[in-house]
């Protein structure tokens, strides 16, 4: 079985037609840099960014998104210009400091809100720009032709955004989230830090039960709640705890969010490196899908993920095939260059515990774009 994990450089260099643009400094190497054209300067603000550059606005067109969260301002500074060396580790000083601060916690559910509204936002425009070709729409259908005998592809993204999710479902996947799996008989997404069309319930009252809707079979929510409906204003100011059951939900959608008998939330993890606590934002029905699958698990492929979730390589390492002739047998890597997919590959390896029978790392430059033009996802299918 083969699995793909996807991380932000993967939807960074996600179009085939406009690939990302060369460094500032190489630009001006000779002369003054060419001046873009109409096109690039309306297409380029849309680019779904790398993790460091999450709160980074440099085009000015989210302005409205910082605006629409005021308890963002106070953090947001030291978001774009992180003094403990990444933004994932200063949003992991945030989170420690939040056991004993409130204004943290209502600090930390605003950037969950900014990460939903920004990467729905996002999704949408760089959608319409590419006209939906993209390099993830390009791979599904390669994977598709060359697996011949149809077994199930875990394709596995920590991106928010849902570009891999337009690629396998063009129309939509209207599943509930506790069918989501029979969306698609080949490739099963997997979304283990959330995702802009999902949500969570807040927390009710300590032994609330949560019951299958009238209205909808096998969906199941909390009875009416008593009081207010709740605005994202008025849930950031409340920091609620969580409960463990999700939606398909647009959070912030006016339209959607009274849809139900209980406040619902963005489903979007705080983007964290080290920590090894429970840092997934997924149904527990999804965890435990994947945990089936990974024994089976013989060839992975990894586009623009840097191998830093300490949670989730945990979870591989506790469940990929061990000993033998169940090793993996294929690992390929796809980075902007050869040396970055090297790194991440051999640690990757040691991370996981695991020998590898064959090892290669794609086009030694060009990232996604070469790789998918290139046809190299070829290797992963030859015995």
């Not at 008998?261 to 964290?272: E, K, L, Q």
Request: with cysteine; hydrophobic share 35%.
């Amino acid at each position: 079985m083969l699995m793909v994990i996807f991380g932000a450089g993967a939807s960074y260099d996600s179009s085939p037609d406009f690939p990302p643009p060369p460094p500032q400094a190489a630009r001006q190497n000779f002369g003054l840099p060419a001046k873009p054209d109409e096109r690039e300067l309306a297409r380029e603000p849309w680019r779904p960014p790398i993790t460091n550059e999450l709160f980074h606005d440099a085009n000015n067109k989210f302005g409205d998104i910082v605006q629409r969260y005021p308890k963002l301002h106070g953090i947001l500074n030291f978001l774009r210009r992180p003094r403990n060396g990444s933004v994932e580790q200063q949003l992991e000083l945030y989170l420690d400091e939040a056991s004993a601060d409130e204004e943290r916690k209502r600090q930390l559910l605003s950037v969950r809100y900014y990460l939903h509204d920004l990467f729905r936002m996002l999704s949408d425009e760089w959608l319409k720009h590419t006209n939906g070709v993209t390099n993830y729409a390009i791979l599904i259908d390669q994977i598709r032709h060359l697996n011949t005998v149809g077994e199930p592809v875990c394709l596995v993204s920590f991106n928010y955004d849902l570009l891999l999710d337009r690629a396998v479902f063009p129309s939509e996947n209207t599943q509930p989230l506790e069918r989501h799996f029979e969306g698609h008989a080949m490739f099963k997404v997997f979304k283990p830090h959330g995702s802009v069309d999902w949500a969570r319930f807040t927390a009710g009252p300590k032994g609330t039960k949560y019951v299958e809707a009238s209205h909808r079979p096998g969906f199941f929510e909390p009875p009416p709640s008593q009081g207010p409906r709740l605005a994202p204003q008025n849930l950031i100011e409340q920091a609620p705890n969580l409960s463990d059951e999700y939606v398909r939900a647009n959070a912030t959608d006016a339209h959607q969010i009274y849809n139900y008998n209980w406040p619902i939330v963005p489903a979007i993890a705080i983007p964290v490196q080290t920590k090894t606590e429970n840092f997934f934002e997924w149904p527990d029905s999804h965890r435990k899908y994947l945990e089936e699958l990974l024994p089976d698990v013989k060839k992975i492929l990894i586009i623009g993920w840097r191998g830093k979730e300490a949670h989730f390589l945990n979870l591989l390492q506790e469940n990929l095939p061990k000993g033998g002739l169940t090793q993996l047998t294929h690992l390929q890597v796809v980075g902007s260059n050869s040396a970055g997919a090297n790194a991440i590959s051999q640690q990757f390896i040691a991370d996981i515990r695991r020998y590898v029978k064959k090892e290669d790392l794609g086009p030694t430059q060009g990232g996604f774009t070469s790789f998918v033009q290139q046809g190299s996802v070829e290797f992963l299918f030859k015995e």
